[in-house]
């Protein structure tokens, strides 16, 4: 287990609808990062938040954003939902210091866009 | 971040040595290779990651080729529940932002 935690396991939304995720980062750590995963692909990077900042993001719309909060915990929120959205929605988290970054994810959000 | 290239899928019988092969010959000089696992509709699981000399952890070992061009990983005593994606990524330390998922190895540890 990686300590990371991610809510709801599972969430069905229909076209047009908002949805909030969540995720615990492991304790110690100050970086989560977000990636989509659709079906029989590898997960795919939104972005990453660090310091309760936005840095770096991956080619998707506006409508993707995030925030993390003082305890490093963070929102991913999806506006305008669209079909192509249902994927498995998953977390990472990361110390960010001179040995490294490694990335720890947590058990992801399935969510079913109908 | 550099490309890798790995087969599609690979069989290993349980008990037996899994040597996955990756290729990453664009790779930087300050970039690390990093190993994950997926086991299905679970989230990524970090295995290990390497510069250029072998490393070895509880999971698994990593064998980096003196040019760095390719590497292997080799779980030493494969059991049915190694059977995941495995995903070799190249990046630098302390890059930032993303890992870049490819296609991954699909290996099944058949009894």
């Known amino acids: 287990e990686t300590g990371v935690t991610q809510s709801p396991t599972h969430l069905i939304k229909t076209r047009g609808q908002q949805v909030t995720l969540r995720c615990s980062s492991q304790?110690?750590?100050?970086?989560v990062s977000w990636y989509q995963q659709a079906l029989g692909q590898g997960p795919q990077f939104i972005f990453q938040y660090y310091r309760e900042e936005e840095n770096g993001r991956g080619n998707f719309p506006p409508r993707f954003s995030g925030l993390q909060f003082p305890n490093y915990s963070s929102e991913l929120n999806v506006n305008a939902l669209e079909l192509d959205d249902s994927a498995l929605y998953l977390c990472?988290?990361?110390?960010?210091?001179?040995?490294?970054?490694?990335?720890?994810f947590g058990p992801g959000t399935r969510l079913t866009v109908l | 971040d550099a490309k890798t290239t790995q087969p599609t899928s690979m069989d290993c019988a349980e008990g037996r040595a899994a040597n996955l092969p990756c290729n990453h010959s664009?790779?930087?000089?300050?970039?690390?290779v990093y190993w994950y696992r997926q086991i299905h509709s679970q989230g990524p699981q970090y295995i290990i990651h390497g510069l250029k000399n072998n490393e070895t952890n509880e999971m698994a070992s990593l064998i980096i080729t003196e040019d760095r061009k390719s590497s292997t990983l080799i779980l030493p005593h494969a059991t049915l529940r190694d059977t995941a994606v495995y995903y070799c990524?190249?990046?630098?330390?302390?890059?930032?932002?993303?890992?870049?998922f490819g296609g991954g190895t699909r290996l099944m540890v058949k009894p």
């Open positions: 990472a988290s990361s110390l960010v210091n001179v040995a490294g970054d490694t990335q720890y």
């Open positions: 304790s110690g750590h100050n970086t």
């Open positions: 990524i190249v990046r630098a330390l302390n890059a930032g932002n993303m890992l870049t």
């Open positions: 664009t790779i930087s000089g300050n970039e690390y």
